[in-house]
């Protein structure tokens, strides 16, 4: 089930806020991106990277078991995570266990604990609220029903240069693409692509030195063929419309 | 300015969950109606009385004082307050004092505190997460920008039998009805209406043996005129098409 979902709110420690226009988006195959861009970088290091977090995963790095009527159990081991790519201090490794509830409004409440200071330290609990959005539809439209329907489309790259992830889901496309061996921002893209009802196209986010190799183009397309983006050859790894 | 919010997330005692769909609506002088249907009233009771709460009031009912930049405090004396009406045991009596938080979201974070055993015993802390929506639209647009513009239209009755107070903003109207002296749930009366894109009208709360005496025909009237409905005389308190 293809979905989008906009974070509306991320709690630590007790302290609720919201400071990014994060999106989530799942297509029909299980496969996941999450990119946190802030709304209003403040400090000459959030503008240099404007992101909170971002994070991706084929179906093979995600275990969904359900636990009961509206609860299950998501357990995380990312293919990328922006925090370990930059190797950023006091930031969480390995597997996260989150747990899925939803609620009577349709909002789903994520809950989960991070180990920042490794395994063996103390956790950090967290809470984040999931407001499921039409993700068919060109501007952010409350749904009860997470499931989109309609398109789903994935691209991927892993070579020995790249990894990298797009996902087409409805009107709303989210990528990242990261260069090997590379451990600071000047490796890392990311991209958000909004089609709106008059079919134009409109980047929303658009980041970083590689993101011309973004696919752009999602027509005439097939499962197992591949599209080359200027020098950039990624894999159509799932392609329904 | 007229705005519409829609609650999110209610959370007391550190308990978070939402199993309403409330939407405040607030018009171009400030007057205020907030209801609460339950989304899936379970109990027989609620199946009765399908809501967690309402309240209501005119610009005379509630202080607003700016604090800091997107932070107010707003300090509600409710002319309406169903819990009062109904007499419900272990609820709050009197002012509420409220701060609003604006995030760089959009979204606004309401914290108090409500004395439901009186005010000389302990307090009880509260979180109220408000997404804006376009009151513009027939479907629930998240918005970043509280202040809906266009129509703001208000609806007061305070004869020697009723009392009530309706708020259209936008495509929104939302409004109580209580009879006085009555103390249950027969007393009380609560409309929900939207208008579609179409023009047609939709109740999507309709409740009460008197919800027909609601106005439901807004157009062509001007502010201090009165209009009948069934029997009862409503004045035109703001009126901005």
Redesign the interface.
Known sequence: MPSLL?R??FEVAGH??????TLSSASNDGHFISLRP???PSTEAEKKFPFEWAFAGTNANIKITPKSEGVAAQDFNFWFDANVYLNVPNTHRGEVNTTWTT?????I?ETGKVFPFGKDKEGVSF?E?W?P?DANRD????TNDANSKGKSIVFKVDNAEYEGLVIVVGKWTQGFLSKKNGNSIEGLNFLRLLERESGKVEALVDYGKDAQKFPRDFANLKKGSSVDVNGLTWEVIEYTV
């Open positions: 906009k509306i709110l609720p806020n919201e400071r990014t226009l802030l709304v209003k609620w009577e409004s349709g909002c409440q809470m609220l407001q959005v501007e952010l439209i409350i």
